[in-house]
């Protein structure tokens, strides 16, 4: 089952922060992150495990709640390369090995 | 981070032909290759899981003898379109990841399609 993510989409000016949202029905093994600009492939930012374990950008934060089944990604002081589709994928169960992809927030940064 | 490419990044076909399109790991070997589909603005639809030496996992409502998916060796993965129509043309994208559950999965570039 598809996580939900929310926004769906979201506006910002250069300089203000947001938080993207991905929640599961599912328990969870881990939570990845990424970006997509319009017409390429999307870009791996970050991975949060089960656990607490955390691999990926060093400017990009993000969080895992485990009980909640919920991540959420922090988009602090954006920048102009900020905009694009932002996509959650979802490994469930103790061994899930497949990703699961929410429906994606669109962020547009403003100058 | 770790490379995988994928090509051809753009096909055009005739309605009935066939379309192969390949993805390789360039600097580490993948143990598993997945194959989305993607809609213009909509998100990555898992179509099949693809493990080296064994038969591809496909999700439901993906057609097996349609999407043809082939995991020869430990960097490349190809996925053939049998029999493309127009409503097969869709932008296809691999990804990889070396190891198991909790490693990091890259994409590829993506291959658009188009049947004609």
């Known amino acids: 089952q598809q996580p939900v993510q929310s926004p769906q989409a979201v506006i910002l000016r250069e300089g203000e922060d947001a938080v993207i949202n991905c929640s599961s029905s599912?328990?969870?093994?881990?939570v990845h992150w990424y970006r997509q600009k319009h017409g390429e492939a999307p870009v791996f930012l970050m991975i949060?495990?089960?656990?607490?374990e955390q691999k990926g950008h060093e400017k990009i934060s993000a969080s895992f709640n485990e009980k909640k089944q919920q991540s959420s990604l922090y988009l602090t002081a954006s920048q102009l390369s900020y905009s694009g589709t932002y996509f959650c994928?979802?490994?469930?169960?103790?061994?899930?090995?497949?990703?699961?992809f929410g429906g994606g927030t669109r962020v547009l940064v403003k100058p | 981070g770790a490379v995988v490419s994928q090509h051809p990044s753009r096909v055009i076909c005739k309605s009935g032909t066939s379309v192969k399109i390949e993805c390789r790991s360039l600097?580490?070997?993948?143990?598993?290759m997945f194959w989305y589909r993607q809609f213009p603005k909509k998100s990555l639809m898992l179509m099949a899981t693809?493990?080296?030496?064994?038969?591809?996992?496909?999700e439901q409502g993906v057609e097996k003898d349609k999407f043809l998916i082939n995991h020869a060796s430990l960097t490349l993965s190809t996925l053939t379109v049998t029999s493309a129509h127009p409503e097969d043309s869709s932008f296809y994208i691999c990804?990889?990841?070396?190891?198991?559950?909790?490693?990091?999965?890259?994409f590829g570039e993506g291959s658009w399609l188009t049947v004609v």
């Open positions: 990804s990889a990841r070396a190891g198991f559950s909790g490693n990091t999965i890259y």
């Open positions: 599912k328990a969870l093994y881990s």
């Open positions: 949060l495990l089960k656990g607490g």
């Open positions: 994928g979802t490994e469930s169960g103790a061994a899930g090995n497949k990703l699961t």
């Open positions: 600097d580490f070997q993948a143990t598993t």
């Open positions: 693809s493990n080296e030496g064994s038969k591809a996992t496909y």
